[in-house]
């Protein structure tokens, strides 16, 4: 039987990241994964295709819409090749998997495909496609992640009702998409059959799109998502989704409790996540899961078993790759008796449409429900050089900062690189900036980066200089 200082189930973002730090502190380290390939949803069939999908169809709308106001004429009609985007989305991912496969090599770290589940609290069955092997360890994280979530009455047939897994290879391209969840999920993909002439229809339960995000980026995401021409039911509640051959009839009540029906020939699922341990059989080594599924761990992650560990979408916290990875690191640190910590307020969250969204720290409504006294400042994208040059005019930065002290409380923008954008306001806030530090510091001109020194100015003492 072969015997490990640690062993990992789960090849995701928390678990392979953990594995390779376990191995890089000096640990014999092996790494559990049931499909064939490593890297879990994220690489598989999460966060990677569809970043593939939306530069793709990114391009074709820039092609159709803005190449000839940029002076670039293309002769013939413009065409999607849909089969050639999934071909080339596919490749993505497996060049990722690829690398996840070099890294555990590099490594020296065991990998074994087949469905991981304890024993007892020291001992991993791996149920294999050749037989079951057993594994000694003496600890274990469990990195197992999640799956897509539905309603009761929904019947997800994985053809014209389907999950964001299947939305990432149609074979078509819909004529009219109804996404079921206004999160950020539903909204990246649906935004991709959108610029590739799909019409969108998106019902939401909460009066908003991306509920959990800062009021004001929901408003303006969805004011630019409508320009798009993007159909919004918000404060709509799904009572039944019907398939009737190629159509698909979804039924909902709306605020004022009148029933609306949509129909559509394909609806997205995109609802949330719920966390998988299917298969894990986590009694058996005693691991306590609460009410909702998740396992149960303390301010170190660890289990109520002292030699185990679970970390990512298994646990409670925002369901994000980078939680994931800094909660294996931190596992890892832990096991080698170092002193990791996290700041969870300073995860930052991201929605990838275009404008893209980001924030870290405090929203305006939660400071206000907690009574802090704050300030806020706000720049518009439109005001910038940069902006102006490459036609990406939507969108704002927001900084809040504490009234009385200055120090930035939550950085909130939507626009073009946002994405990229949000790396400095976590720095900035891990680092507890004010508002004036952030607007001393010199911005390369001309950039979308410019927008944070601006919104800073803004909320110093209301000075900025470009509005």
């Given at each position: ?26 640990m014999k380290t092996a790494i559990i994964e049931k499909y064939a390939t490593l890297g879990g949803t994220c690489l598989n069939v999460g966060c990677i295709p569809s970043k593939a999908l939306l530069d793709s169809s990114h391009h074709y709308e820039d092609a ?235 301010e170190h992650l660890q289990t109520n078993v002292s030699n185990i560990y679970a970390i990512g979408d298994v646990v409670k916290g925002a369901m994000l790759a980078h939680k994931a990875e800094e909660e294996g690191t931190m596992v890892a640190e832990l096991l ?132």
């Amino acid at each position: 039987m072969n015997q490990y200082d640690v062993a990992i189930i789960g090849s995701g973002p928390g678990g392979y990241v953990a594995a390779i730090r376990c191995a890089q502190l000096g640990m014999k380290t092996a790494i559990i994964e049931k499909y064939a390939t490593l890297g879990g949803t994220c690489l598989n069939v999460g966060c990677i295709p569809s970043k593939a999908l939306l530069d793709s169809s990114h391009h074709y709308e820039d092609a159709v819409k803005h190449f000839e106001e940029h002076g670039i004429d293309i002769p013939g009609e413009i065409k999607v090749n849909l089969e050639q985007m999934i071909a080339r989305k596919q490749g993505v991912v497996d060049q990722t998997t690829k690398g996840i496969e070099f890294l555990m090599d590099k490594n020296k770290i065991d990998v074994y495909h087949g469905v991981g589940s304890f024993k007892d609290a020291t001992h991993i069955n791996i149920a294999k496609e050749d037989g079951e092997e057993t594994i000694e360890a003496k600890n274990t994280i469990i990195a197992t992640g999640s799956k897509p979530t539905s309603l009761p009455f929904i019947e997800i047939d994985k053809e014209r009702v389907i999950t964001s897994t299947e939305a990432l290879k149609l074979k078509e391209i819909p004529k009219h998409l109804i996404v079921i969840g206004g999160g950020v999920i539903g909204l990246e993909l649906g935004q991709v059959y959108k610029r590739l002439g799909a019409d969108v229809t998106v019902v939401e339960f909460m009066d908003r799109i991306i509920p959990g995000m800062d009021g004001a980026l929901s408003k303006e995401l969805t004011k630019v998502m409508k320009k798009q021409k993007v159909k919004f039911n918000l404060s709509h509640k799904v009572k039944s989704v019907e398939r009737k051959g190629d159509e698909i009839i979804v039924k909902a009540d709306d605020k004022k409790g009148e029933e609306v029906t949509i129909k559509g020939d394909y609806c997205l699922v995109s609802v949330g996540r719920k966390p998988y341990t299917n298969g894990l059989n986590a009694e058996a080594a005693g691991v306590k899961l609460d009410d909702r599924g998740r396992v149960e761990v303390n301010e170190h992650l660890q289990t109520n078993v002292s030699n185990i560990y679970a970390i990512g979408d298994v646990v409670k916290g925002a369901m994000l790759a980078h939680k994931a990875e800094e909660e294996g690191t931190m596992v890892a640190e832990l096991l080698a008796g170092q002193k990791p910590h996290i700041n969870y307020n300073l995860i930052p969250g991201v929605v990838y449409t275009w404008p893209e969204v980001a924030a870290v720290g405090k929203t305006e409504e939660q400071l206000k429900e907690e009574g802090v006294e704050y300030k806020s400042g706000q720049f518009p994208m439109r005001a910038l050089g940069r902006s102006r040059a490459s036609m990406d005019l939507d969108g704002f930065v927001k900084i809040l900062a504490d009234k009385n002290t200055d120090e930035v409380l939550g950085i909130h923008m939507i626009g073009a690189r946002c994405a990229d954008l949000i790396a400095e306001g976590v720095t900035a806030m891990e680092f507890r900036a004010s508002a004036e530090d952030i607007s001393r510091m010199s911005h390369a001109h001309p950039t979308f980066a410019e927008a944070i020194k601006e919104a800073a100015l803004a909320a110093t003492d209301d000075r900025p200089l470009h509005v």
